[in-house]
């Protein structure tokens, strides 16, 4: 199996760890502070996956450091608007459409500031997303809601880190202002991820030392808060950005996120079995036409998967 399929693969078993992580994230909203949950969660997972980290964290040049902290920045920022808007919003399944729209942005940014070429299928997917998205508003006569605006804000910064996510997980060749090559090695999933997360950790507990109260979390806790913290942060943000950074280090193309147009999937019929969630007619056209933006901004790569899948297998290697 070549690289890229072990991409693919794993990059749909991301989708299912994100899927759950929505639902352990919105429980444990309902009992603290966003802000101070995902300083938690992610001073937890990144502490956790540091020790594990610590020989190859060791090696890593100081360029290779910056780049990872670089990534964790940007993700960090991006973590603080998708919490917001989860805590805000009624509806999981809507803001999981929402926040997708980074898949369909992650070629724009790779083209705008990366000068990365990109299919014409992109561009046809940008204005069905956006009508989309219109759909999805007219609910509140083209007043979003404020979890409505935290989602698309957080689709646009999470493009961003996608695409960065992916440069610093392979090596590339750069050319320097006086014309030099330079090499770029790549950062190793493990010790990227652990520091990305420890830096998402730390800018989410700035934030919220700045602007919360934590009183009467730390006072008075429910004993199931314990454990949704735990779920959120090794399994649905160590194990899952873990295996999505892998996923990216198999394959140097940005778009290869789009796979992860499935999570919305997972977690809107999640929230019908979880929360018990429902959808307007209006608001599932909106989803619809974002699914559709993101089939369609991946539509080549998806005609080579069906073409393969079709193909009928060699009878001489059947043996």
């Keep these: 199996m070549s690289d890229a399929h072990k991409s693919d693969i794993y990059l749909v078993l991301v989708t299912l760890l994100a899927a759950v992580g929505w639902m352990f994230s919105k429980e444990a909203v309902l009992m603290m502070p ?8 992610f001073l937890i997972a990144g502490t956790f996956l540091a020790m594990l980290a610590l020989p190859s964290l060791c090696k890593l040049g100081r360029d290779q450091v910056i780049r990872s902290l670089g990534v964790g920045f940007v993700f960090g920022i991006a973590m603080t608007c998708w919490i917001m808007g989860l805590y805000h919003t009624d509806s999981m399944g809507e803001g999981a459409f929402l926040t997708s729209l ?3 942005i992650v070629p724009i940014i790779a083209r705008a500031v990366f000068a990365e070429q990109q299919p014409l299928s992109t561009w046809l ?8 998205l219109a759909l999805l508003s007219l609910e ?3 007043r979003p809601d404020p979890g409505q605006l935290y989602f698309v804000l957080a689709a646009t910064i999470f493009a961003l880190y996608f695409t960065l996510n992916t440069r610093a997980a392979n090596q590339r060749t750069v050319v320097d202002k006086h014309g030099n090559h330079l090499e770029k090695r790549k950062v190793p999933a493990l010790p ?3 520091i990305a997360l420890l830096t998402v950790g730390t800018v989410t507990f700035a934030q919220s030392a700045l602007s919360e109260h934590w009183t009467r979390t730390l006072t008075n806790p429910p004993p199931t808060l314990y454990g949704w913290v735990l779920a ?3 399994v649905a943000t160590a194990g899952r950005f873990l295996l999505q950074t892998y996923a990216q ?8 996120v789009v796979i992860l147009v499935l999570e919305p999937v997972w977690v809107a ?3 019908v079995a979880w929360f018990g969630e429902t959808m307007s007619p209006l608001q599932l056209g909106g989803c619809a036409l974002i699914f559709a933006a993101l089939l369609v901004n991946r539509w080549n790569a998806l005609r080579r998967t069906i073409k393969a899948i079709r193909k009928p297998k060699n009878p001489a290697q059947s043996g």
């Design 192 to 194: 990227l991820t652990a």
């Design 249 to 256: 280090s198999l394959s140097a193309n940005s778009h290869g």
């Design 34 to 41: 966003p802000l101070m949950f995902m300083a938690a969660r």
């Design 269 to 271: 019929l999640f929230a």
């Design 140 to 142: 509140n006569g083209f």
């Design 102 to 104: 980074g898949v369909v």
């Design 232 to 234: 959120s942060a090794l």
């Design 125 to 132: 997917a940008i204005p069905i997303a956006v009508a989309g």
